[in-house]
């Protein structure tokens, strides 16, 4: 059978058959092994200056013409369009197309851009080079394709399920991240893209990726739905010993919410992509609500093998954002699921200041406990899984939400901090009426208790924990844990929570 598709005045015919395709994960994982092999070569392609000086509103208006998207006329579930070089997307990758009959490079044509109203000669621009690509399909509508993965600025990809918008991103791998010799950003290099069948409902891509230390192969199998799977498979090459290798990385934002109110003024209560990190181990899930410190905060959870990871959004209540244009209501949660024995390591969480919601101040990954050596192999497999309507939570009750004061009248001098936990589903709703359960509470040694409450929660039909504490050192950090047992057994996640320290 064979499939056209006009790519900027280029036809490419595909031939397609129940043959194997010709091109595949190995053929990605032996140039990565032979770009490990040699010195690292930093990739410099200067872009024209019209470009690089192009303001953030400026780059928006470069748009790639709809009509000329990969597979507009095939009739097939996916689509693909292109994103301009420009501002800070300053590095060239290389795209592919995998057919059957073999591997066509995609060209960059300038004709297939709008420039809208900038100053820019297309015709100095032809064969530049793309800055990434962006998937369409009818997520929501059968009849309408909405972006479903981009992969944009080389070191980043981001993906929807139905109903969301753009959040947090996800990476290929972090090296270093919060070390004082700097973070190492490995970079997708090139990609392929497979050309699917007309009953398919997955899109595989390849990636080479390559930094100082390190190259790669990756496989992305991408899964749309109402939590949209990415299927990650990967086999990393090592130049060089990596002190802190971060796998799965996932990046966010948080600036406030009900724990820590803003320094200034906002008619939003709350503004982050995602609230807190949810962590899997064999005997216990963990959630610790995210905070915007003062200086660089590093916390980790440590494990076996961990069962899944995520940055999330749990707060799905618009009423608690109130932004029309940003939706923080619907962005999504991403839950890492590991496939195979990880082994010993830790769960690490980097939280970075920031005065507003435009940098991505928030890191999560995966740090082995055994950091891979110079001439090493290592193979990672793991799928992310982007949700909204379906969230990943514990079978336990679950922290709803965390809230904090100055603990009521006449505390607003004696350094006390109130904090009200909501723990609700799981075997709460379970319990008998004459059941109550027990908080199980613990604080650093920084700190002390002043106070402690366990109250029903008659609207949630869930329990509230409500504590009161000092902590003797602001300089330093405070931590606390939450935990709502009956008997002897823990019905409800553990609340993890880090009051940052305050700079002298």
């Known amino acids: 059978m064979a499939r056209k598709a006009l790519l900027g005045g280029l036809l490419i015919l595909a031939t397609f058959s129940q043959a194997a395709l ?4 190995n053929d990605v994982a032996r140039r990565a092994k032979e770009l490990a092999g040699k010195p690292y070569v930093r990739p410099d392609t200067p872009l024209p200056k019209p470009l690089t000086d192009l303001n953030y509103d400026q780059y928006k208006e470069i748009r790639y013409k709809a009509d000329r998207a990969l597979w507009r006329s095939n009739k097939l579930p996916f689509e693909v369009q292109f994103y301009h070089p420009g501002l800070y997307f300053n590095q060239i990758v290389k795209l592919n197309l995998v ?25 100095k621009l032809r064969d530049l080079g793309f800055a990434g690509f962006r998937v369409h399909f009818p997520l929501n509508d059968k009849n309408v394709r909405d972006e479903l993965i981009a992969f944009q600025g080389a070191s980043f990809f981001r993906a929807l399920g139905k109903n969301q918008v753009y959040g947090e991103s996800a990476r290929g791998l972090a090296i270093d991240t919060g070390e004082l010799s ?15 069948r007309p009953e398919d409902r997955e899109l595989t891509i390849y990636a080479l990726l390559d930094s100082r230390r390190v190259s790669g192969a990756y496989r992305f199998k991408v899964r749309p739905g109402d939590s949209t799977a990415t299927e990650v498979k990967s086999r990393l090459y090592f130049r060089d010993g ?57 916390t980790s959870f440590g494990a076996s093998s961990p069962r899944g990871f995520g940055l999330m959004q749990r707060d799905r209540d618009f009423a608690h954002y109130e932004d029309l244009d940003t939706r923080y209501d619907r962005k999504p949660s991403v839950w890492v699921v590991p496939k195979g024995d990880w082994g010993r390591g830790r769960v690490e969480l980097v939280q970075i200041p920031t005065k507003d919601a435009t940098n991505d101040n928030v890191v999560a990954y995966w740090v ?46 004696d350094n006390s901090l109130r904090y ?20 199980g509470l613990w604080i650093s040694d920084n700190g002390e208790i002043l106070e402690r409450q366990l109250v029903r929660n008659d609207v949630t039909g869930g329990w509230r924990v409500i504590m009161r504490v000092r902590r003797a050192d602001d300089a330093k950090p405070l931590e606390m844990r939450a935990v709502l047992r009956n008997g002897d057994d823990n ?9 940052p320290p305050e700079p002298r």
């Open 491 to 499: 019905i409800s996640e553990t609340w993890a929570y880090i009051l």
């Open 420 to 439: 009200i936990v909501d723990f609700q589903g799981g075997p709460l709703e379970f319990l008998k009426p004459d059941q109550k359960p027990v908080a």
């Open 242 to 298: 990596v002190g802190k290798l971060g796998i799965a990385p996932l990046t966010s934002m948080f600036l406030y919410a009900s724990h820590q109110p803003p320094a200034t003024d906002d008619y939003r209560p709350e503004v982050h992509d995602s609230e807190g990190l949810s962590v899997q181990t064999d005997g216990e899930w963990i959630w610790r609500p995210l905070v915007n410190p003062k200086r660089l905060l590093i």
């Open 22 to 25: 010709a091109f595949d994960f």
């Open 99 to 123: 057919t059957a009959d073999g591997v066509r490079k995609i060209p960059f044509q300038p004709e297939n851009f709008d420039y809208g109203r900038n100053n820019i000669d297309p015709d």
């Open 368 to 413: 082995p406990e055994q950091g891979p050596h110079a001439g090493g192999t290592m193979d990672l497999e793991y799928t992310l899984f982007w949700q909204a309507n379906q969230e990943t939570r514990p079978p336990l009750a679950w922290v709803a939400q965390t809230r904090r004061d100055r603990g009521g009248v006449g505390r607003d001098t």
């Open 182 to 196: 700097g973070e190492e950003f490995p970079v997708f290099r090139e990609f392929w893209i497979e050309w699917p």
